[in-house]
């Protein structure tokens, strides 16, 4: 590995930044974390404000050109539309004062994550930076006034594009209401199955996982057969009782894989006219992130990885395993590289 003679450059050739992207409202919370994860963290992580005042956070004395924290740098204007340059300009600032073990970037409340995380994984960064988590910090003592205010498309947007939502909340809040507030959050996520992984998060203590799902494709892709509970019965004959069994179908790639959308819907077709099946898809498309559902296909704020999933009755694994291992192969030819 060496470091590139280029000028332009600050990265060390074959080395890729680790990147911690966190998205939401202003509030002390997202602050404390960030505070706390860089306390605790055994090597230093260098972070990225996209936003101007911060009181957690100030700025280099009048004094002397030298910032307080040779650790963080601003960035001004939109991050998630320049990305690319504002980025670039703050890393090779951050470079000078470095190493560093991991990059944190703080978007502000008005951000749009889903377009920042695609300006990380666009050619011009992902060279240089590695994206390995997006984290939604949700404040909840103030959780229903943003949800009944002008703020909920905001904070939508951010639990659904996030790999793992933080619940802040106060010191002495009872586990009940932790989980009344993350039942709200998973409403406003809308993915169903696809949600991000929910925590609890007290100033002084480690996050709690409240509500727990798998980690991404690392690689891809993978194939998993999954056991899950059975839904209650819906009265109608041979409706499934509470307690028989189903399974769920889950086939992932990696995010840096791209697929093409028209194979894709022409693959999906003969499954979701299978009454045996649920079926639903978010996938990376040379184009844009899409969900495939009903039969159609919509833009999706998903940016975890690319995966199919399917859940049907214990007793029709064997009618559709044929059709699902025929469906392996075809996502596989769908496949673009990454």
């Not at 040779?70 to 703050?90: Q, T, Y």
């Not at 003592?141 to 909340?169: F, H, Y």
């Amino acid at each position: 590995m060496r470091a590139c003679g280029c000028q332009s450059r600050w990265w060390v050739e074959g080395v890729r930044l680790p990147v911690t992207v966190v998205v939401g409202l202003a509030s002390p919370a997202k602050s404390n974390l960030i505070e706390h994860w860089r306390a605790a963290a055994s090597e230093p992580w260098a972070l990225i404000i996209d936003r101007g005042e911060d009181f957690k956070f100030p700025r280099q004395t009048a004094e002397t050109a030298e910032p307080v924290d040779p650790g963080i740098e601003r960035i001004g204007g939109c991050a998630c539309c320049s990305a690319d340059a504002a980025l670039g300009a703050a890393l090779r600032k951050l470079m000078r004062r470095g190493p560093w073990a991991r990059l944190l970037v703080d978007l502000n409340g008005g951000a749009h994550p889903a377009a920042f995380v695609d300006a990380l994984r666009a050619p011009g960064l992902s060279v240089a930076l590695q994206l390995t988590e997006l984290v939604s910090v949700v404040d909840a003592s103030r959780l229903e006034q943003r949800l009944a205010g002008a703020q909920r498309r905001w904070l939508a947007e951010q639990v659904q594009s996030a790999d793992r939502v933080v619940l802040a909340c106060p010191a002495q809040w009872p586990r009940s209401e932790a989980e009344r507030s993350a039942a709200l959050l998973a409403q406003l996520g809308g993915q169903g199955a696809f949600a991000a992984a929910i925590q609890v998060w007290r100033a002084g203590e480690p996050p709690a996982a409240l509500v727990a799902r798998e980690a991404g494709a690392a690689g891809g892709p993978i194939v998993q057969w999954l056991a899950i509970p059975g839904r209650a019965s819906s009265g109608v004959s041979g409706g499934v009782s509470s307690d028989s069994p189903r399974w769920r179908w889950l086939w992932r790639a990696s995010a840096e894989h791209r697929f093409d959308r028209a194979r894709l819907i022409r693959s999906f077709e003969p499954l979701a006219r299978n009454p045996m099946i649920e079926l639903e898809a978010v996938l990376r498309t040379e184009r844009d992130w899409y969900r495939f559902r009903d039969g159609g296909c919509e833009p999706a704020l998903w940016r975890r990885d690319s995966r199919v999933q399917i859940e049907l009755d214990t007793r029709d694994i064997h009618c559709v395993r044929e059709a699902l291992d025929g469906l392996a192969t075809q996502l596989k030819a769908c496949d673009l590289g990454a």
